[in-house]
């Protein structure tokens, strides 16, 4: 009943920007959404952090991209948001939003769901 789905992902020159979407969605259940986050995985290497946010808009990003990448949301609209600025070939990626999610259905539960990724390249 939760989903999330990137957006805003593509081929951009080094040295130029994007900015990266994520909406949460949820059916069947009313719920809160705690920490969000940007991920990206590079090809041939383990997913590792870019950023993440706190629901009270608390930041904590990567050494990599500090600097240069800005993490947002919009709690009303259930959206994560990261701007890419500056970008290098080493960003070249598929990113992924998650979020901590709790539901309060029949039974509390709460856990770290994923989006599919997109991906971002960064090549002149």
């Known amino acids: 009943q939760v989903q999330l789905v990137e957006s805003g992902g593509g081929l951009v020159q080094p040295g130029g920007s994007l900015r990266l979407s994520c909406a949460v969605s949820?059916?069947?259940?009313?719920?809160?959404?705690?920490?969000m986050g940007w991920y990206r995985q590079a090809p041939g290497k383990q997913r590792e952090l870019a950023a993440t946010i706190t629901s009270g808009g608390s930041t904590n990003y990567a050494d990599s991209v500090k600097g240069r990448f800005t993490i947002s949301r919009d709690n009303a609209k259930n959206m994560v948001y990261l701007q890419m600025n500056s970008l290098k070939p080493e960003d070249t990626a598929v990113y992924y939003c998650n979020a901590d999610v709790a539901l309060y259905g029949s039974r509390y539960y709460r856990d770290t769901y994923w989006g599919q990724g997109t991906q971002v390249t960064v090549s002149s």
């Open positions: 949820v059916s069947g259940s009313s719920f809160s959404i705690n920490d």
